[in-house]
């Protein structure tokens, strides 16, 4: 391609909405614009560089015995309710209506969908196990769309999911697939991490695993164990069961008494002003979720981890309850709420479950209660992990690392749905014996857009981007210092010419633009290898820059195109 005929604008500063420097820089160098908030156009470069994720995804995928398919985009809304996850997914489904009037939803994911193909086309255990993939558009409607292509509206993902008649070959298949993600993040030169992980609204029966692509802008916080291979985001990362309190003779502690805390509503303030630990703080909060009304109880010093109480109460989702919604259960605004005497279910940090005594809310404003003993005061019915890892504390694997954080990019996820969407769809087979049973199911997506920008936040440098080669739109790019120059003309065609014939992907930038625009472009755009043809093309030689390390030589045309060829056959 010569760059004097490509559509491409580079920009010398980045649009005040782009935050991340993956954003920024593919604004810049001209792979994507923004049409709306959270849409974007893939310009030429951008969309040569999602073809090449793309067909590595096929590659791996098809190694694994996955078929290819492409499932609709616009999905009719039955499904979703048969599912019972229309509700679930709530203001996050784009919803509309044809001229009929009946309703349909942009899929934002197609379990449901592939579940209802799946049911119409098999019905014997003779045609199973199958795994099916595509890699379709995908629509959520984020209410802030932010950091580009990694969290946008609109995205390109591949899903994969397989069918089974047994437990035995999820687990193979789960296997298979989590190896492929290995090979697929690996070929796109991306440093990456697979944790342990929470299965959200996708939901399943069985274990799941995030690939993290590691990155200070990440969104989620992964916990690491330093002496093991344990890793899990922290939103299900486990934490060591504390040793319990020892309460040889409860009579003997001395009775919880109250005292007079004016304004003292937040566990700072009681830091402050009482000059105590926060971990001998009692921190009562009201929550809700699916009708249901509780207390969550955790260490003054520890944060509640909302998805691990959603699964310790048995319900989809939980939130803190509205102002309004404590009084009229707890008889007291947040602050001051405690565990002795509330008239509410008690669910119970294991942490809290372990201490000797605390202080807690006293259920009246402006006071506290002091010697609040667990198991004298309030019972230990209900006693969970119900919160969120801290860093430096011990592996709840080996116990014998400590947990140190990363922050994460989620490029891909794979899960055990095991039969929650099969029962419900009746995506049925029937046995050897004639007996019908329903298909056991796995989930396996990974974001295609998302590893374009994963890939741009890890690669690059102060001047641009640094695409690794199987990534890269073009393999070589070739700058032509003066466009009037005759000798560099002749020297910068023979080398387009040479490498085209070698079915060395090339961009010629032959504009008649300022070295300096040039330079400036070439390090924005990241082709990893840059040939500059300038005063020394009278003797057929050339500086070649290498983007991943810097390094600038001058050399003969016949070492470039050696080293080049030598690379290509790698």
Known sequence: MRQSKLLVTTLREAPAEAETASHQLLLRAGYIRMLAAGIYTYLPLGRRVLRKIENIVREEMELTGAQEVLLPSMLPAELWKESERYEVYGKDLIKLQDRHEREFVLGPTHEEVITALVRGEISSYRRLPVTLYQIQTKFRDERRPRSGLLRGREFLMKDAYSFDTDWEGLDAAYVLMYEAYERIFARCGLHFK??????????????????????????????????????????????????????????????????????????????????????????????????????????????????????????????????????????????????VGLQLPLVIDTAVAAMAE????????????????????????????????????????????????????????????????????????????????????????????????????????????????SLAPYRVHILQMSAKDTEQTALAEELYGELTRQGIETLLDDRDERAGVKFKDAGLIGIPVVLVVGKSAGERKIEYWDRRSSAKEVISIAEALSRISTAQRK
Request: aromatic content about 6%; charged content about 25%.
């Open 194 to 339: 697979a944790v342990q992980a929470n299965a959200g609204a996708i939901g399943g029966e069985g274990e799941n695993h995030e690939f993290m692509a590691l990155s200070d802008i990440g969104e989620d916080t992964i916990a690491v164990c330093s002496a093991c291979d344990y890793a899990a985001n922290l939103e299900q990362a486990e934490v060591s069961r504390p040793a319990a309190a020892i309460h040889a003779d409860l009579a003997e502690w001395a009775a919880a008494e109250k005292f007079h805390t004016p304004g003292l509503r937040t566990i700072a303030q009681l830091e402050e002003q009482l000059q105590i630990k926060p971990e001998g703080i009692i921190k009562t909060l009201i929550y809700e979720g699916d009708g249901k009304t509780f207390a969550v109880l955790v260490r003054g010093d520890h944060e509640v981890n909302e998805i691990k109480v959603a699964k310790a109460v048995g319900v989809n989702e939980v939130s803190l309850a509205e102002y309004s919604n404590v009084l009229a259960a707890a008889g007291v605004e947040s602050g001051f709420v405690g565990p």
């Open 358 to 469: 605390g202080i807690a809310g006293a259920g009246e404003k402006d006071y506290h209660l002091r010697s609040v003993v667990p198991g004298r005061d309030f019972p230990l019915e209900h006693v969970a992990d119900l919160r969120n890892a801290v860093e430096g504390e011990a592996c709840p694997k080996c116990e014998c690392g400590v947990l140190h954080f990363q922050q994460g990019i989620e490029i891909g996820h794979v899960f055990k749905l095991g039969t929650k969407y099969s029962e419900k769809l009746g995506a049925a087979y029937l046995d050897a014996s004639g007996r019908s049973k329903p298909m056991i199911m796995g989930c396996y997506g990974i974001g295609v857009s998302r590893l374009l920008a994963a890939v741009a936040e890890q690669s690059r440098d102060e001047e641009g981007l640094i695409w690794p080669e």
